[in-house]
Protein backbone atom coordinates (compact mmCIF):
# COMPACT_ATOMS: atom_id res chain seq x y z
CA UNK A 1 0.00 0.00 0.00
CA UNK A 2 1.28 3.14 -0.92
CA UNK A 3 2.08 6.07 1.53
CA UNK A 4 0.43 9.16 2.08
CA UNK A 5 1.45 12.41 2.71
CA UNK A 6 1.51 11.86 5.76
CA UNK A 7 3.30 8.37 5.90
CA UNK A 8 5.94 10.31 3.55
CA UNK A 9 6.55 13.14 6.58
CA UNK A 10 6.70 10.36 9.13
CA UNK A 11 9.50 8.13 7.70
CA UNK A 12 11.12 11.43 6.99
CA UNK A 13 11.27 12.39 10.68
CA UNK A 14 13.27 9.24 11.02
CA UNK A 15 15.96 10.92 9.54
CA UNK A 16 16.00 14.30 12.06
CA UNK A 17 18.56 13.74 14.96
CA UNK A 18 18.88 15.07 18.24
CA UNK A 19 20.78 18.61 18.01
CA UNK A 20 19.84 19.09 14.15
CA UNK A 21 18.76 22.46 13.23
CA UNK A 22 16.75 21.43 10.00
CA UNK A 23 14.63 23.38 7.30
CA UNK A 24 11.62 22.38 6.11
CA UNK A 25 10.67 23.45 2.48
CA UNK A 26 7.22 24.02 1.06
CA UNK A 27 4.42 21.08 0.62
CA UNK A 28 5.07 17.81 2.36
CA UNK A 29 8.19 18.98 4.01
CA UNK A 30 5.65 20.84 6.38
CA UNK A 31 4.25 17.75 7.63
CA UNK A 32 7.62 16.56 9.40
CA UNK A 33 7.67 18.65 12.41
CA UNK A 34 4.41 16.96 13.45
CA UNK A 35 6.07 13.37 13.61
CA UNK A 36 9.86 14.38 15.63
CA UNK A 37 10.07 12.31 18.29
CA UNK A 38 9.28 13.77 21.50
CA UNK A 39 12.64 13.09 23.04
CA UNK A 40 15.07 14.27 20.97
CA UNK A 41 15.76 18.22 20.49
CA UNK A 42 15.33 19.79 17.28
CA UNK A 43 15.28 23.42 15.90
CA UNK A 44 13.37 24.31 13.02
CA UNK A 45 13.98 27.31 10.59
CA UNK A 46 12.41 28.68 8.15
CA UNK A 47 13.99 31.22 5.51
CA UNK A 48 11.62 33.72 6.64
CA UNK A 49 12.73 34.22 9.87
CA UNK A 50 11.75 32.13 12.53
CA UNK A 51 14.09 29.17 14.59
CA UNK A 52 12.10 26.97 16.91
CA UNK A 53 8.62 26.14 14.59
CA UNK A 54 6.73 23.73 16.31
CA UNK A 55 3.98 21.26 14.76
CA UNK A 56 0.77 23.14 12.94
CA UNK A 57 -1.82 24.51 15.35
CA UNK A 58 -5.01 23.31 16.13
CA UNK A 59 -7.71 24.75 14.57
CA UNK A 60 -8.92 27.68 16.01
CA UNK A 61 -5.20 28.42 17.43
CA UNK A 62 -4.01 29.39 14.79
CA UNK A 63 -2.06 32.90 14.93
CA UNK A 64 -2.08 34.29 11.48
CA UNK A 65 1.20 36.71 12.01
CA UNK A 66 2.98 33.57 12.83
CA UNK A 67 3.65 32.02 9.36
CA UNK A 68 6.66 29.81 7.80
CA UNK A 69 7.99 30.34 4.39
CA UNK A 70 4.79 28.67 2.33
CA UNK A 71 2.42 31.11 4.43
CA UNK A 72 1.06 28.62 6.36
CA UNK A 73 0.45 29.04 10.22
CA UNK A 74 2.68 27.56 12.44
CA UNK A 75 3.19 27.47 16.27
CA UNK A 76 6.27 28.12 17.89
CA UNK A 77 8.32 26.13 20.76
CA UNK A 78 9.81 27.59 23.92
CA UNK A 79 12.90 29.52 23.45
CA UNK A 80 12.05 30.31 19.52
CA UNK A 81 13.33 33.00 18.08
CA UNK A 82 12.86 35.44 15.08
CA UNK A 83 14.53 37.68 13.36
CA UNK A 84 14.82 38.68 9.51
CA UNK A 85 15.79 37.37 6.33
CA UNK A 86 19.32 38.62 5.85
CA UNK A 87 20.00 37.19 9.02
CA UNK A 88 18.11 33.40 7.96
CA UNK A 89 19.96 33.43 4.90
CA UNK A 90 23.37 34.05 6.51
CA UNK A 91 22.43 31.06 8.32
CA UNK A 92 21.43 29.12 5.38
CA UNK A 93 24.86 30.37 3.54
CA UNK A 94 26.77 29.74 6.34
CA UNK A 95 26.36 26.12 6.49
CA UNK A 96 24.61 26.04 9.69
CA UNK A 97 21.33 24.18 8.96
CA UNK A 98 22.09 20.26 9.41
CA UNK A 99 19.01 18.85 7.25
CA UNK A 100 17.08 20.30 4.64
CA UNK A 101 13.82 18.61 3.18
CA UNK A 102 12.53 20.27 0.06
CA UNK A 103 9.89 18.56 -2.17
CA UNK A 104 10.33 18.42 -5.88
CA UNK A 105 8.47 18.14 -9.38
CA UNK A 106 11.85 16.05 -10.98
CA UNK A 107 14.95 14.46 -9.73
CA UNK A 108 17.96 13.21 -11.65
CA UNK A 109 19.60 10.08 -11.03
CA UNK A 110 23.07 12.25 -10.09
CA UNK A 111 21.05 13.82 -7.80
CA UNK A 112 19.52 16.85 -9.55
CA UNK A 113 16.58 18.57 -8.49
CA UNK A 114 13.67 20.61 -10.27
CA UNK A 115 11.36 22.39 -7.77
CA UNK A 116 10.93 26.03 -8.65
CA UNK A 117 9.40 26.33 -12.38
CA UNK A 118 6.74 24.92 -14.79
CA UNK A 119 7.41 26.69 -17.85
CA UNK A 120 3.86 28.30 -19.33
CA UNK A 121 2.65 27.81 -15.83
CA UNK A 122 2.16 30.82 -13.39
CA UNK A 123 4.48 29.76 -9.69
CA UNK A 124 5.52 31.45 -6.99
CA UNK A 125 9.24 31.38 -7.69
CA UNK A 126 12.30 30.23 -6.71
CA UNK A 127 12.00 31.56 -2.69
CA UNK A 128 14.96 30.20 -0.48
CA UNK A 129 15.68 27.08 -2.79
CA UNK A 130 18.36 27.97 -4.58
CA UNK A 131 20.31 29.26 -1.75
CA UNK A 132 19.49 25.73 0.32
CA UNK A 133 20.29 23.26 -2.57
CA UNK A 134 23.62 25.18 -3.09
CA UNK A 135 24.34 25.17 0.57
CA UNK A 136 23.39 22.29 2.41
CA UNK A 137 24.97 19.38 2.28
CA UNK A 138 22.09 16.61 3.63
CA UNK A 139 18.97 17.05 1.07
CA UNK A 140 15.83 14.98 1.73
CA UNK A 141 13.27 15.05 -1.26
CA UNK A 142 9.96 14.47 -0.91
CA UNK A 143 7.77 13.88 -3.41
CA UNK A 144 5.30 11.79 -4.82
CA UNK A 145 7.05 8.85 -7.32
CA UNK A 146 4.74 9.65 -10.64
CA UNK A 147 3.31 12.58 -11.74
CA UNK A 148 -0.33 13.21 -12.57
CA UNK A 149 -0.37 11.25 -15.64
CA UNK A 150 1.28 8.69 -14.23
CA UNK A 151 4.76 9.70 -15.47
CA UNK A 152 7.90 9.04 -13.26
CA UNK A 153 9.35 11.90 -11.32
CA UNK A 154 12.38 9.95 -10.79
CA UNK A 155 14.69 10.94 -13.81
CA UNK A 156 17.82 10.11 -15.53
CA UNK A 157 17.87 13.49 -16.31
CA UNK A 158 15.77 16.42 -15.25
CA UNK A 159 13.62 17.44 -17.90
CA UNK A 160 12.34 20.97 -16.26
CA UNK A 161 14.72 24.11 -15.02
CA UNK A 162 16.90 23.38 -12.18
CA UNK A 163 17.22 24.33 -8.82
CA UNK A 164 20.71 22.59 -8.16
CA UNK A 165 23.05 20.51 -9.29
CA UNK A 166 23.91 17.12 -7.93
CA UNK A 167 22.56 17.94 -4.35
CA UNK A 168 20.30 15.90 -3.37
CA UNK A 169 21.21 12.67 -1.25
CA UNK A 170 18.35 10.60 -0.33
CA UNK A 171 14.11 10.90 -1.67
CA UNK A 172 11.33 9.62 -0.07
CA UNK A 173 8.34 8.73 -1.57
CA UNK A 174 5.00 7.13 -1.47
CA UNK A 175 6.49 4.15 -2.66
CA UNK A 176 10.35 3.83 -1.41
CA UNK A 177 13.21 5.41 0.56
CA UNK A 178 16.06 6.06 -2.11
CA UNK A 179 19.61 6.93 -1.65
CA UNK A 180 20.96 9.01 -4.65
CA UNK A 181 24.66 7.43 -5.45
CA UNK A 182 26.99 8.00 -8.39
CA UNK A 183 25.64 4.73 -9.88
CA UNK A 184 22.41 6.27 -9.70
CA UNK A 185 19.12 5.32 -7.20
CA UNK A 186 19.79 2.93 -4.80
CA UNK A 187 16.87 1.16 -3.41
CA UNK A 188 17.01 1.07 0.83
CA UNK A 189 13.33 0.67 1.67
CA UNK A 190 9.78 -0.03 0.05
CA UNK A 191 6.49 1.23 1.19
CA UNK A 192 4.44 -1.09 3.12
CA UNK A 193 3.00 -3.95 0.88
CA UNK A 194 4.53 -2.47 -2.24
CA UNK A 195 6.69 -4.25 -4.38
CA UNK A 196 10.56 -3.41 -5.79
CA UNK A 197 8.54 -4.62 -9.36
CA UNK A 198 6.05 -1.81 -8.64
CA UNK A 199 9.08 0.68 -7.83
CA UNK A 200 11.35 -0.33 -10.77
CA UNK A 201 8.32 0.62 -13.40
CA UNK A 202 7.29 3.89 -11.58
CA UNK A 203 11.68 4.99 -11.84
CA UNK A 204 12.77 6.13 -15.07
CA UNK A 205 16.04 6.79 -13.62
CA UNK A 206 18.71 3.93 -13.10
CA UNK A 207 17.59 1.67 -9.88
CA UNK A 208 20.25 -0.32 -7.77
CA UNK A 209 18.57 -3.45 -6.04
CA UNK A 210 20.52 -4.94 -3.62
CA UNK A 211 19.66 -7.98 -1.61
CA UNK A 212 16.58 -8.27 -0.04
CA UNK A 213 14.73 -4.76 0.36
CA UNK A 214 13.09 -4.15 3.61
CA UNK A 215 9.97 -2.44 4.45
CA UNK A 216 9.46 0.41 6.03
CA UNK A 217 9.09 0.79 9.55
CA UNK A 218 6.95 3.65 10.70
CA UNK A 219 6.48 3.22 14.13
Request: proline share 4%; aromatic share 6%.
Amino acid sequence: MALDKNGIAQRIAQEVQDGYYVNLGIGIPTLVANFVRDDINVEFQSENGILGMGPFPFDGEEDADLINAGKQTITALPGASFFDSAMSFGMIRGKHVDLTILGAMEVAENGDIANWKIPGKMVKGMGGAMDLVASAENIIVAMMHTNRAGESKLLKRCSLPLTGVGCVTKIVTELAVIEVTDKGFKLLERAPGVSVEDIRKATEGTLIVEGDIPEMNLN
